[in-house]
């Protein structure tokens, strides 16, 4: 393991802030795309989609970093495991929706696909740029 890491294991929620910025202005665009292209049920289901990716992410890194402080072999049994059970609560809920009838159907789905798209590349620019500087410049072991 990088010893500059190990002095530091705080990096591993300091890309979380921005992720929540972002997933919050998705919600917003969410929200007003839907209500524009399918109504009310747009309106709801499309922000509730982006809302599913956001706490879905937003729990894996937590449950990732707490494993991580505890002792850094734990990582990949903890993450395996969430991911299982996020994924798992995720088909339940989705096949409940998706029996209900429920007409935000759909836009639910697409708030969920741009949930991911967005979570996902932002989260490769702020490891691309903001902590590959911070790993070039040593400002890991700061």
Known sequence: ???????????????????LGVSGVALVVAAVLGGLLAGG???VGAPIGVAIVTLSYTLSTLVIA??????????LAVGLAAYATKFTLLGVIMSVVASSGWAGLVPLCLGVAAGVVLWTGTHIWWIS??????????????
């Open 1 to 19: 393991m990088d010893p500059a890491a190990s002095d530091d294991r705080r990096w591993r929620l300091r890309h979380l802030p921005v992720l």
């Open 41 to 43: 049920v747009g309106a």
């Open 66 to 75: 707490w494993a991580d402080s505890v002792n850094p072999q734990l990582v």
């Open 129 to 142: 740029t903001v902590h590959a500087r911070r790993v070039r410049g040593g400002e890991m072991s700061r």
